[in-house]
T-cell receptor
Framework: EAGVAQSPRYKIIEKRQSVAFWCNPI?????LYWYQQILGQGPKLLIQ????????DSQLPKDRFSAERLKGVDSTLKIQPAKLEDSAVYLC????????????FGEGSRLTVL | AQSVSQHNHHVILSEAASLELGCNYS??????LFWYVQYPGQHLQLLLK??????LVKGIKGFEAEFIKSKFSFNLRKPSVQWSDTAEYFC??????????FGKGTRLSVIA
C-alpha cells in the first residue's frame, strides 16, 4: 500500500515570497490533516479536511496560509507571503476516519525562510 | 483545550537499559491516547494507542504504555532498549473526533 506522498521535500525561500506544498493521501482515506512542526516542538494542527470540506482550521493563520483539498483527494497548502517564523516541517497525514483512526504521516516538507 | 506534556526532552540510555518516557495530558473528559515514533530520516508512525478497556496497552517492537486516569498519564515503557530504538517519541491525545494534539516529543539516544 502506497503511503502519504508529499512534495517538495525541501524548500528554501526568502521572506515575503510564496510557497506551496502538495500532499497525496493514502487511497480511500477521507480525512486529511496538515500539521506544522517547528524545530524542537511537536506537530501542531493547521487544518483538517473531511473529504473536501474543512472540519477544523482554527489554528491556520488565514492572513497568509491557505489550503484546499481538490475533489476530496490531493491537497495543497500555500503560504503567501512567508515569514521567518514559518520555517518548519509541514506534515501531511491521512486517516480512514477522524477520531480514533490511526493517522498515517508523510515524510514532510521542510521549509526554510531566509 | 487539550494539552500534552512530555517531561523529558532528551534521554540517553545504554543498550539493555529499561525505558520509561513520561506523558501527562490535560483534559477532563474521555480521551484517546497515542504514542508515535519518528526514526531518523523517517516519517512519524504509530507505536500504540489506547481507546478503552485494559489500561495496559502493548504496541510494536516490545513497547507498552499504561493509562492511569487518576494521574492523567500515559507513560511509555520498554524493559530493554536496543540501539535501533534511537528515535523521537511523541505522545498525543484527542477526544471523540477532535484532531490529535501532540506533546513536544522526547528524543531517545541509545548507546552501545
Amino acid at each position: 500500500e502506497a503511503g502519504v506522498a508529499q512534495s517538495p521535500r525541501y524548500k528554501i525561500i526568502e521572506k515575503r515570497q510564496s510557497v506551496a506544498f502538495w500532499c497525496n493521501p493514502i487511497s480511500g482515506h477521507a480525512t486529511l490533516y496538515w500539521y506544522q512542526q517547528i524545530l524542537g516542538q511537536g506537530p501542531k494542527l493547521l487544518i483538517q479536511f473531511q473529504n473536501n470540506g474543512v472540519v477544523d482550521d482554527s489554528q491556520l493563520p488565514k492572513d497568509r496560509f491557505s489550503a484546499e483539498r481538490l475533489k476530496g483527494v490531493d491537497s495543497t497548502l500555500k503560504i503567501q507571503p512567508a515569514k521567518l517564523e514559518d520555517s518548519a516541517v509541514y506534515l501531511c497525514a491521512s486517516s480512514l476516519t477522524g477520531g480514533t483512526g490511526e493517522l498515517f504521516f508523510g515524510e514532510g516538507s521542510r521549509l526554510t525562510v531566509l | 483545550a487539550q494539552s500534552v506534556s512530555q517531561h523529558n526532552h532528551h534521554v540517553i540510555l545504554s543498550e539493555a537499559a529499561s525505558l520509561e518516557l513520561g506523558c501527562n495530558y490535560s483534559y477532563g473528559g474521555t480521551v484517546n491516547l497515542f504514542w508515535y515514533v519518528q526514526y531518523p530520516g523517517q516519517h512519524l508512525q504509530l507505536l500504540l494507542k489506547y481507546f478503552s478497556g485494559d489500561p495496559l496497552v502493548k504496541g510494536i517492537k516490545g513497547f507498552e504504555a499504561e493509562f492511569i486516569k487518576s494521574k492523567f498519564s500515559f507513560n511509555l515503557r520498554k524493559p530493554s532498549v536496543q540501539w535501533s530504538d534511537t528515535a523521537e517519541y511523541f505522545c498525543a491525545v484527542n477526544s471523540g473526533n477532535t484532531p490529535l494534539v501532540f506533546g513536544k516529543g522526547t528524543r531517545l539516544s541509545v548507546i552501545a
